[in-house]
Each structure stands twice: as C-alpha cells, then as structure tokens.
C-alpha cells in the first residue's frame, strides 16, 4: 500500500475511500468509521448537492448523467486531496478511469461488498436514486452490480461483506485490516 519512498505519517494521512454500489453502507459505515478513526467525513454526493444546490437527481434530470460524471470527477480530484479523511464515494465513481486510478493511488480502497439480494432490500422503496427510475429497478440493480464490481475489486486494497451484520462490527471488521499507522488512529483519545 505505501510505498517504501513516503514520508513517515504519509500512509496514516492518506484517505480512506469506501466504494460499493448504492445502498452498501457508504455513507453509514462511513460515518462511523470516521468517529473510531478520529477523521474528518466527508460524503462526496452530499458535498456536490451542497455546491450545484440541487438534488443529484436534478443533476442527472439538467445534464444527463454525463454531466454528473464530469462534475463527480472534478470533486473526487479534489477530495482525495484532503489528509485524514473518510470519503464515501458515489456508486458510480468508479466508472470513469481516472477517477478509479486517483482513488487506488490517493486513498486506502475500502470496497463494500453486498449481494443483489441485499441491495434490492436496501432500495427497494428509494425514490431518490435516478439510476433506478426503470421499469424493472430490480433488474437495474443487477445490471450495475455486474458491469460496477469488477471495477470496484480493480482498485480495493480490502475487500468487506456489508452483509446483514451491525455497523459496528462491520466498521471494527475494517479497522483492524487497516494498516497499522491508520490502526493507531483508532486507539488515540
């Protein structure tokens, strides 16, 4: 993961970047990770709603999901910038090359894995999420996962099952594959 040229205290700064798709526990696990590790959080869908001033499904209704993408790319280069941070990625992120190759060299990868099943359960009764105004949002939702999760293990330094188990455990599940350095984080305070 960091490389033997890094400054001491360079691989416990770098970002730790959740992927998965939609309603695999980013923002959650992402929350509460960030309180364990004594870190910033930072939702990068929650931060470009905040500066467009619209509802990402706005976005994608305006400029199509194109624009979105492009908008998406420009915030990641930014974010993953940032020291210390917990960054919960959109599901999408990884869809563009660049932004794939800037999260496995800036952050720590954190991938959250969750099964078809379990993500129709998660998202079942969203109506938020453009992706999934189709016919058949169930079909959609196997669609992605199967065209998303290459793309996701592409990048992962880990690999986590955001199955049916608590937060909690799934988050001190994550700590402790995290390298040391970062461990540490958690122990402090």
Not at 38 to 49: G, M, N, Q, S, Y
Not at 59 to 85: K, M, N, Y
Not at 101 to 111: N, P, S
Request: glycine residues 8%; proline residues 5%.
């Amino acid at each position: 993961m960091a490389s033997q040229d890094e400054a001491p205290g360079r691989a416990a700064a770098r970002p730790v970047v959740l992927v998965g798709m939609m309603g695999s526990g980013k923002s959650t696990v992402g929350r509460r990770l960030a309180v364990r590790l004594h870190r910033r959080f930072i939702d990068a869908d929650k931060v470009l709603e905040e500066r467009c001033g619209v509802p990402i499904s706005t976005v994608f209704e305006l400029e199509g999901e194109e624009g979105f993408r492009r908008r998406e790319a420009a915030l990641l280069d930014e974010l993953t910038r940032l020291p210390s941070i917990v960054l919960a990625t959109g599901g999408g992120a990884v869809m563009r090359p660049e932004n794939r190759r800037l999260l496995a060299e800036r952050g720590l990868v954190v991938f959250l894995q969750a099964s078809q099943a379990d993500l129709w359960q998660r998202l079942r009764r969203d109506r938020t999420r453009p992706l999934l105004q189709t016919e058949d949002p169930r079909e959609r939702i196997a669609q992605l996962l199967a065209l998303r999760e290459p793309l996701y293990r592409e990048i992962a330094h880990l690999t986590v099952v955001s199955a049916r188990q608590p937060v909690d455990q799934l988050v001190t599940d994550i700590i402790g594959r995290l390298p040391e350095e970062i461990q540490a984080e958690a122990r402090v305070g």
